[in-house]
């Protein structure tokens, strides 16, 4: 059966029709409404918001880093400028895949995967968002070329010109003005961000890091616009830095290169002196080293070579060279005598070439195993004599010994403005309760009295020591820098003078001094042979290892890292001190033969004209009637 036809109902489609057509309406003109309400918002509610968040991503601040201060010499000679150098920087979230720009860095310059480790250790490094790091240095022209062609593969990545430091006189004051290099990890954790914001170096060593602050100087601000792919389009306004303070140092590169030269290449250091001001004037540790490798960063190879050195060249030995100071340190017992009233400069004690202790039978030797007879103060000073300095020091005590020693500076860090410098050692009761918890013996009292057994110190030490001696006890604390931006450094904690009972015995220790030098009995009267002026000095040994009781030194028998170091001290003209020196060379063994020939060419550095004539200003020659006197 078929079924019956529908007829269609034109009334309800036309319905349907305007039910769908208004519906659709209601539903474009709400969508229109929430549009409306939604531009609304964000242009007019949020209207600043956008504004300053399209402009930060339109307009970036650069830090301008400052041009860091020079150091000269006191003669004005440069020892650290600044040079202008290119470099290949990379700002990691304009990079992209910034790996795969290493990649394609490497590729480019023909740089080795070494190269690539390096790269990636600086990008990770911590850094402030959006500021460049340098990944490498002193780029030649053909590899700005290369990276010109090839810029549209490196995202992020631009050629920078910026100065970088530079030392001109290479490895001559590597040690006292020190170097810069890459600020670490350690070091960006403590450091200022903003101060150091565009900054990638910082002092490391010497002079660098102790005026880091005064050389640094202030960090400008320059705001850039940028475009889409943050290439600068335009600078809108600008922040000059505040570049850094100059520094003139008191080191003076003529006597810097006699005391190298006086060195003759052999392991040692040379510290000189101004004792009127403290001003150091030469400083050197040998072997040195180039500070120029570290600015930048140096490679593992030169630095595992420098490390590695059996020579130690990295080793500052003026300043952390510890070593027993030997008879170097005989003035400062005879004033410490002298003033304890122990005994007086016409006391006299019989050397037969050795001494004993009460009750003990162990002898302590002089290096004259025959004695020199009975000995007063000035000829235990002439002529080093053991005997008359164990003798003393058993007066003294070692309470009263070390007190006066302290009084000296050994023991403890005597510059203004050097950080690296060791304390030294000075032992006591106390120190050797404390650290060895034993007591102490006697007999250690009596080495300690020529500078040997427990006690340490630098050269810089028995320089400043000897200072005192020429300066008659009056402080004036080591420094290596003479003006910061024309002002002279300040000592914020300056040492007591000695002051003695009878000032007189200075000048007693003084002629003992003298006699070093100019008696006909003198231990280094070769040294002074042919001098213009009057030298006080005194030699010294250091043992390196000990001998056996009774036996004597052969040089033939030790190895030559094992034999004894030579050490000098010396004032020239004595009787109106213009200059301190104090020599130690490693494994020299003779103080008087191997380190009073150096300290004679410093002295005749500062003191003799080019003429090889006595400087005017300084004291007169030696007098005939004042050597045949001593004679």
């Known amino acids: 059966m078929s079924q019956p036809i529908r007829i269609k109902d034109h009334e309800k489609d036309a319905r349907l029709v305007r039910g769908r057509v208004v519906f659709g309406a209601i539903a474009v003109v ?5 549009l409306i309400a939604r531009l609304y918002f964000l242009q007019v509610i949020q209207y600043e918001y956008h504004s300053t968040l399209s402009e930060n991503n339109r307009v970036h601040v650069q830090p301008i880093p400052p041009t860091r201060g020079l150091i000269f010499d006191r003669n004005g000679v440069v020892v650290a400028d600044n040079r202008p150098s290119f470099s290949l920087s990379m700002t990691r979230e304009r990079s992209g895949d910034w790996q795969q720009v290493l990649d394609v860095i490497v590729e480019v310059l023909e740089l080795t995967p070494e190269d690539r480790v390096i790269f990636e250790k600086r990008m990770r490094q911590g850094r402030r968002p959006f500021e460049p790091v340098p990944i490498l240095f002193e780029l030649t022209e053909e590899q700005i070329a290369r990276v010109a062609v090839n810029q549209f593969r490196l995202p992020g990545v631009e050629v920078v010109a910026q100065l970088v430091r530079h030392y001109p006189q290479g490895a001559h004051f590597a040690h006292s003005v020190g170097y810069m290099g890459r600020i ?16 990638h170096q910082i002092g490391k060593t010497g002079i660098e890091r102790f005026y880091e602050p005064e050389l640094h100087g202030q960090v400008g601000y320059e705001e850039v616009e940028t475009n889409a792919r943050g290439r600068v389009l335009r600078v809108l306004k600008r922040t000059e830095p505040i570049s850094g303070k100059d520094i003139v140092l008191s080191l003076d590169i003529k006597l810097q290169e006699a005391a190298e030269i006086a060195l003759g290449g052999r392991r040692g250091a040379v510290v000189a002196l101004d004792p009127k001001t403290g001003e150091v004037l030469a400083m050197v540790s040998q072997p040195s080293f ?14 595992s070579e420098l490390r590695d050195s059996i020579d130690r060249p990295l080793f500052n030995r003026v300043l952390r060279g510890l070593y027993p100071p030997g008879s170097t340190i005989k003035p400062a017992v005879a004033i410490a005598g002298l003033d304890s009233g122990v005994v007086t400069a016409s006391t006299r004690v019989f050397d037969p070439g050795y001494y004993m202790l009460p009750n003990y039978d162990h002898k302590y030797r002089n290096w004259n195993r025959t004695g020199d007879g009975y000995v007063d103060l000035d000829t235990a000073i002439m002529r080093s004599n053991d005997t008359y300095f164990y003798d003393l020091a058993h007066k003294l005590g070692i309470d009263r010994l070390s007190t006066y020693l302290g009084k000296f500076g050994i023991g403890q860090k005597v510059s203004l403005d050097m950080f690296e410098e060791s304390p030294g050692l000075m032992p006591s009761r106390e120190w050797k309760r404390a650290t060895r918890r034993q007591a102490w013996f006697p007999g250690e009292t009596l080495i300690l009295g020529i500078g040997q057994g427990y006690m340490q110190s630098t050269p810089l030490q028995l320089a400043q020591a000897t200072a005192l001696v020429a300066n008659k006890g009056v402080w004036n604390r080591p420094h290596l820098a003479r003006t910061v931006e024309g002002e002279k450094p300040k000592d914020d904690n300056p040492m007591p003078d000695i002051i003695l009972r009878d000032p007189s015995d200075w000048n007693k220790v003084n002629h003992g001094m003298q006699q070093v030098m100019h008696g006909a009995r003198g231990t280094a009267r070769k040294a002074a042979i042919g001098a213009q002026y009057r030298i006080a000095g005194k030699s010294g040994t250091a043992q390196v290892v000990a001998i056996k009781q009774g036996e004597k030194y052969d040089r033939s028998k030790v190895q030559e890292r094992h034999r004894d170091h030579a050490l000098f001290v010396g004032f020239a003209p004595a009787d109106n001190p213009q200059i301190v020196v104090s020599v130690m060379v490693e494994n020299g063994e003779s103080g008087s033969g191997v380190a009073a020939p150096v300290v004679r060419q410093v002295m005749d550095a500062w003191l003799l004209d080019q003429d090889g004539r006595l400087k005017a200003e300084y004291a007169s020659p030696i007098s005939a009637e004042a050597t045949a006197r001593e004679e």
Do not use: Q
């Not at 709400?30 to 929430?34: D, G, N, Q, R, Y």
């Not at 670490?184 to 900054?199: A, F, I, M, R, W």
């Open 290 to 303: 180039d500070p120029n490798l570290f600015v930048t960063g140096i490679s593992f190879k030169a630095y």
């Open 30 to 34: 709400t969508l229109i409404c929430v």
């Open 184 to 199: 670490n990890e350690k070091e960006l954790k403590s450091l200022d961000p903003v101060s150091y914001s565009g900054t």
